[in-house]
């Protein structure tokens, strides 16, 4: 039976927990890297030719490293028990209920892994916050773990991970940086120690930096405010753009050659989806306003008002432009993912969209390469006419209007004309992601609405 250097346990197997521990293992043959959930079904789909969430990369990964150095395995207690370091990488999704809800994160998922680990470990461990976490949870994590007549011992780390969807692999195996926060007493800079030396095995060591705890955990606040503001702040502006005759392609090229600012990040859309910047958003004005910061609070808040206004905007826009009615009116949402080359659908703008056009009682017809599943899903309580359709020119066919939701590859080369052709007319092209060649869209016959540009319509002004 082969020894390993090291036993790393992962506890929760979802978008986060997965892939790092894939690249992790795949870098480090010579550690033992075991993933646990209490989802027993989503642990099958990882020990499965189909994994449970689609990302570029991942399925190659996992293929080299599953069954070598890397398990997924619904056992908790023995995973904790044989581990050295253990990630806990549960959900934590917004309150919904009682003080904070719809802002504070719920810590319930968290709070139980924390009191397994008490319970089943026997020997030191580190334990590794790489969930999104709300300031200072650290603390009380190390509470929870030293309560009781026989406190272990336990070094409680942040290790926040910044990748995004979509991108996750490159992200993993190629970071900006690695941010990993610990006490600063010895046993905690020796802790510390042990997680850059992991890192170490492919990440160059300028770009991994060490913090003090708290700062571990509000940067990754933080860096979630600043990029979800960068884009309230070019949709505004995108608002303005419509109403005057500047185009929100130019100004935003205008402004992003500024090194100060950066280009990157300044696509205006339909706003802003995925599962964290809302709400580690609503965490940041949470926390700000239980020290008392309320102007710090309504700053942030403001980022989150702009993505809501964006989203609603979006479907005013189609129903003033539609002639008022959308009743009965059929309309193909092309892409319900949050972004493009990911299956999430979690705070995607395509939800809000589509349930605002069902309550506008239109025919919706939703198709996107990979996000079906959980649109059915998301979609499950809504009322009206609802299809979905992956092949898009079904989608379209006999459609009043196409709505662009996500911006996927495949969408940007469809046979327009012949989807235009099999259309209702007059026929309508709303662009939340502007990606389409909108001049070109015009000469085909649609009406063309982008975001933050001037709209190509066939309609004379009389
Ligand atoms: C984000 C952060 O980027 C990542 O560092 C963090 O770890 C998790 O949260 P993610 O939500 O996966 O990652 O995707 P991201 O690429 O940031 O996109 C978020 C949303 O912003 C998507 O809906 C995307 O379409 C939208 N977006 C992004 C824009 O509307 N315009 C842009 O210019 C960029
Ligand atoms: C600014 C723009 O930078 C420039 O492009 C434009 O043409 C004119 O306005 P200026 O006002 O001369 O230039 O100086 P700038 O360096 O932008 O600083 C503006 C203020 O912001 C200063 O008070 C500066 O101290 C402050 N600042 C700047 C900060 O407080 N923090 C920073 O990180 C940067
Ligand atoms: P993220 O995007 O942060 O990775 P996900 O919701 O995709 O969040 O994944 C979190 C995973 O954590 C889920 O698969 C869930 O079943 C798992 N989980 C939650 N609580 C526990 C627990 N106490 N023990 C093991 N797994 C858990």
Redesign the pocket.
């Known amino acids: 039976k082969r020894e390993f250097d090291k036993k790393i346990l992962c506890i929760g197997a979802g978008?986060?927990g997965g892939p790092t521990m894939a690249v992790i293992a795949h870098k480090c043959p010579q550690y033992k890297v075991t993933i646990v959930d209490i989802n027993a079904n989503r642990i099958a789909q990882w020990n499965s030719d189909k994994l449970p969430i689609y990302e570029p990369g991942l399925d190659d990964v996992v293929k080299a490293a599953r069954g070598k150095n890397l398990f997924f395995d619904t056992d908790v207690k023995k995973g904790i028990e044989e581990s050295d370091i253990i990630f806990v990488s549960v959900n934590t999704p917004t309150k919904t209920f009682g003080a904070g809800a719809g802002m504070a994160a719920d810590l319930q998922y968290w709070e139980k892994t924390a009191r397994e680990i008490r319970e089943y470990s026997q020997s030191p461990k580190i334990i590794v916050e790489k969930s999104?976490l709300p300031v200072k949870t650290a603390q009380a994590m190390k509470r929870i773990l030293m309560a009781g007549d026989n406190p272990g011992q336990f070094e409680v780390l942040s290790n926040?991970?910044?990748?995004?969807?979509?991108?996750?692999i490159s992200?993993l195996e190629n970071p900006d940086r690695v941010l990993i926060g610990s006490m600063e007493t010895k046993s905690g800079l020796k802790a510390r120690q042990e997680l850059v030396d992991v890192y170490k095995n492919w990440v160059p060591e300028n770009k991994i930096i060490t913090t003090n705890l708290w700062s571990s955990e509000l940067s990754?606040l933080v860096?979630?405010a600043f990029?979800?503001q960068?884009?309230s702040s070019?949709?505004a502006i995108s608002a303005l753009c419509e109403k005057t005759d500047a185009n929100i392609s130019e100004v935003a090229g205008a402004v992003g050659m500024d090194s100060r600012l950066g280009n990157?990040?300044?696509?205006?859309?339909?706003?802003?989806?995925?599962?964290?910047?809302k709400k580690?958003i609503l965490n940041l004005v949470y926390l700000c306003r239980y020290y008392g910061l309320d102007t710090v609070a309504d700053y942030w808040e403001g980022v989150l008002k702009i993505n809501d206004y964006q989203k609603e905007r979006f479907v005013m826009n189609m129903l003033g432009n539609m002639f008022n009615t959308l009743a009965g009116k059929k309309i193909c949402i092309l892409g319900f993912a949050?972004?493009?080359n990911?299956g999430?659908t979690r705070?995607?703008?395509a939800i809000y969209v589509a349930r605002r056009l069902l309550e506008e009682r239109a025919v919706v017809n939703i198709s996107d390469p990979q996000a079906l599943e959980n649109a059915e899903n998301d979609l499950k309580d809504a009322e009206g006419s609802i299809f979905f359709i992956k092949n898009p020119y079904e989608a379209a066919k006999g459609c009043d209007a196409i709505a662009v939701m996500?911006?996927w590859d495949i969408y940007k080369s469809l046979d327009y004309e012949n989807i235009y052709k099999s259309m209702s007319k007059p026929a309508f092209l709303f662009d939340g992601?502007n990606i389409l060649h909108h001049n070109k869209m015009y000469e085909i016959g649609f009406n063309v609405f982008p975001i933050g540009k001037a709209s190509l319509t066939h309609f004379s002004n009389e």
Request: hydrophobic share 35%; aromatic share 12%; with cysteine.
């Open positions: 978008y986060v999104t926040p991970e910044f990748l995004a969807e979509g991108t996750a992200d990754k860096s979630n990029l979800a960068k884009i070019i949709n990157k990040f300044l696509n205006a859309s339909v706003g802003f989806g995925g599962s964290c910047f580690d949050f972004k493009a990911t999430d705070e995607s703008p996500t911006e992601r």
